[in-house]
């Protein structure tokens, strides 16, 4: 079969975009909160704070910490969905770009399975974000990554609400828009493969 370039089947290309952009983020956002302080360089670290002060998003700065104890016992559910990142998105990420470079139909399934699981658990993630309180003043910048062993009231001003939202919905609708077209390719494969001896019998 004749490998048709990555530019002329736009779908996939707006889903190697996505890994491509997904994959760096993950690295130096998301997983800071899972590897050991020791392995990560300074200006590394200082990552997730300078993005956490500017959007005051309560999912990655109570799972870094910043928030204090009671926020980062809260967020356990979150910390689980960035092991999930860890050990099976980013495996994606990295087959996916190969394969839709490729144009590979093989990989159909393995994006199906990650797009239905990533649609799945973001969805509670923009729950979060819709339920966290307003404020009209945005969380103070010394509230956060101060390791305190209390609790920071969260809260959201309506300009970082809309930063947020900007930024999941995508990861949200781009899964969701995979995991439909995924099952429609899955199942556009699986009818030729049954047809396919019907029409050798004919023959």
Sequence with gaps: MTRI????????LVY?????????????????????????????????????????????????????QAQFDAYTWFRTFLLVEAFFQVPVFILGLRGLWKGSRSIYVLLLIYAASTTTTTLPCLSVILSTPVSPTPLPISSVGGGTSGSVGLSLTAEQRLLLLSSYIP?????????????LRVQGLASARREAPKATKQD
Aim: glycine fraction near 4%; charge should be negative; proline fraction near 11%.
């Design 5 to 12: 370039p990555l530019a002329q089947r736009p779908r996939d």
């Design 16 to 68: 190697f975009l996505f890994f491509a952009i997904h994959l760096p983020a993950t690295f130096l956002i998301d997983l800071q909160a899972l590897y050991p302080k020791q392995w990560v360089p300074s200006f590394v670290s200082s990552l997730p704070r300078f993005y956490v002060e500017m959007s005051a998003d309560p999912l990655i700065g109570s799972a870094m910490g910043y928030f204090g």
């Design 171 to 183: 990861f949200f609708l781009v899964p969701l828009v995979m995991t439909i077209d995924m099952a």
